[in-house]
């Protein structure tokens, strides 16, 4: 038996390193700066200037604290930290002043009057964010439009955000990668609008993975977090697409690595630390997808934060050696609990995911005229909700119409419609004019009534125009393409499928007239092997009325599309319409080109 002068009596703590608040602060510092040199990059030099004011305010503001309550200077950086982890949180273009209010009210208001470092209930830059968002709700939520040629700070302009205006505020394409991907790498990268040092995620994950190497921070807080929204977004949005999107928009996963982890601010035993992380999930997701404001991250940290005492209080983890009244080792309830939370969640994302993809459809590709929403069935199919009008000149009456048509997994032959919204005074459309028809045999119809001039006749029009859109935003979104080369001036990507041919091509209308260049972007579908245009999906091109007339093109050769003139293209040559349609005229003429290129080089 060992000596008892063998062991030594000491007050804890027992497990000492060379950690100190400083070390750790500019531990911080350093995973902060690739946010930092990211949202100087996209915004310019002004948003480095409002970082710095923010930092200055926050440091000049406790050390003023110190001198009125006669307390010693400190200098262990936290100020420091704070005041980049709010800078970081701001609009690129925030006033001034904005820094300053914020860093004065994180440092005195939620830190300093509370007793200092290590007693403030709450985040410090989350809560003055929240702050500053309720004080100047219009200032802080006006962002802009990352720009890398834009370092000095010149001409903005103003940009919505994902999570404030959906992929309209987005690029088409990124990386010459559009549709889904492209919105997804564009949110991964940061160029987006954003506030300065939250978008380029890739700056956060390598912030994060230092600080998680450097043991600063518990990696199961951020971990538990993203995993617990990705699967609120599956219940809440009903899409898998959706996860990737929201994780990497926002400040959601810039708070989960530098702000949810805060020492003072987040639970100190493990387990509690999960289920801390679990309710900022929840909370957050149900901020953005039902509260007032797009974005709620600061405010889930702010909320879970005052949670914490009493997580720390009454949810103890069990001591070594701690029995129950029975005698009997003390069950580790909360440990076990949170553990298989956790494999839950993770159980229902790989569950859910797969599940859900199968029955929703996200058209992230082309703008539609009448498609607003599509979703795959289980046995097979898509249907597509579409909405319009029918305008019965004759009467002066505009009809609201609205289907749900279903196309086959194939996507070339429409298997039913079923109408939601149209005529109740026996207008209605006569469905068997294309229930069971492919896309060239309704597109070949032109008398769709015995009566010209009766409603039903309009009506069938309309339905018409809006089910050869459903075709088209099938190929668009849902068709399994694969790339091949093509060479082109205007062309950004080729694709096949069987016979079809998809060429993306991104081009200008001159309308010299308007001194206006209107950039256009389109994915041409060529059947091969009937030689016509099948498909034309508008990716980007005026919001003015200044559109394509696909209708002039679909169905058409070649030749008989090189035959066309600006006169027969539209009677009114100056009309911006007529000039689109002249650009689209030229941009088909080089697919037709480029699909004589390829095809000669399969044959080779």
């Known amino acids: 038996m060992a000596e008892i002068t063998n062991y030594k009596v000491a007050a804890s703590p027992h497990k000492l390193d060379r950690s100190n608040t400083r070390r750790i602060m500019l531990d911080v510092l350093i995973a902060l700066a690739p946010c930092l040199v990211c949202g100087v990059l996209f915004y310019g030099l002004y948003a480095l200037m409002l970082v710095a004011i923010c930092v200055a305010a926050c440091f000049a503001s406790e050390q003023v604290y110190n001198l009125i309550r006669k307390k010693p200077f400190t200098f262990d950086l936290s100020a420091v930290v704070t005041g980049v ?183 100190k035993w493990r387990y509690n630390r999960v289920l801390y992380a679990i309710g900022l999930g929840v909370i957050t997701v149900l901020i953005r997808r039902y509260g007032s404001y797009p974005e709620g991250t600061s405010l889930a940290i702010l909320i879970m934060n005052l949670f914490v005492p009493i997580m720390d209080k009454y949810l103890l983890p069990v001591r070594f050696g701690q029995t129950s009244k029975s005698g009997k080792p003390k069950p580790q309830v909360m440990k076990w609990a949170m553990r298989c939370v956790c494999i839950a969640l993770a159980a229902a994302i790989a569950v859910a995911v797969p599940l859900v993809n199968y029955t929703e459809v996200q058209l992230y590709t082309g703008r539609f005229s009448y498609v607003t929403d599509a979703k795959r069935e289980f046995g097979g199919g898509y249907v597509f909700s579409v909405e319009g009008e029918a305008y019965l000149d004759q009467y002066d009456y505009t009809q609201p119409l609205a289907y749900e048509i279903k196309l086959n997994a194939e996507g070339d032959k429409v298997l039913s419609v079923r109408p939601i919204t149209q005529s109740t005074m026996g207008y209605v459309a006569n469905l068997a004019f294309f229930e069971g028809k492919t896309f060239d045999e309704i597109a070949a119809l032109t008398d769709l009534s015995t009566d010209a001039e009766t409603s039903a006749t309009y009506t069938n029009t309309a339905l018409r125009k809006m089910i050869l859109e459903c075709f088209t935003a099938y190929d668009a979104n849902i068709a399994d393409y694969s790339a091949i080369s093509a060479s082109g001036e205007h062309i950004v990507k080729a694709e096949r499928c069987g016979d079809l041919y998809r060429f993306t091509l991104s081009g200008v209308a001159d309308l010299a007239e308007y001194n206006y260049q209107q950039p256009l972007a389109y994915a041409i579908t060529i059947d091969a092997a009937a030689g016509k245009v099948k498909y034309i999906t508008t990716i980007n091109e005026s919001t003015y009325g200044y559109t394509v007339d696909r209708e002039i093109f679909v169905g058409k050769t070649a030749e008989e599309i090189a035959a066309m003139t600006d006169e027969t293209i539209a009677s009114d040559i100056t009309t911006g319409a007529t000039i689109t349609n002249a650009a689209v005229r030229d941009l088909i003429g080089e697919c037709f080109a480029a699909l004589e290129g390829a095809a000669k080089g399969g044959a080779e």
């Open 85 to 267: 982890i709010l800078g970081l949180n701001l609009p690129p273009r925030a006033p001034w002043y904005i820094p300053i209010v914020g860093g004065v009210f994180a440092i005195v208001v939620v830190k300093m009057i509370f007793g200092g470092l290590g007693k403030n209930f709450a985040n410090p830059a989350a809560t003055a964010r929240v702050f500053l968002l309720l004080a100047y709700s219009s200032v802080m939520t006006q962002y802009i439009g990352a720009d890398l040629s834009n370092v000095l700070a010149g001409d903005v302009t103003t940009g919505a955000t994902y999570l404030g205006g959906g992929i309209a505020a987005l690029q088409d394409s990124f990386l010459n990668i559009g549709g889904y991907w492209g919105y997804v790498l564009q949110l991964l990268f940061g160029y987006v609008g954003g506030s300065i040092g939250e978008t380029c995620k890739l700056a956060v994950l390598a912030g994060g993975v230092y600080l998680t190497a450097r043991r600063v921070i518990d990696w199961r807080i951020p971990v538990v977090y993203l995993l617990t929204a990705a699967a609120m977004v599956l219940v809440c949005y009903g899409s898998a697409s959706e996860i990737l999107l929201q994780l990497f928009s926002g400040g959601l996963m810039f708070g989960a690595v530098f702000m949810a982890t805060d020492y003072a601010t987040s639970p």
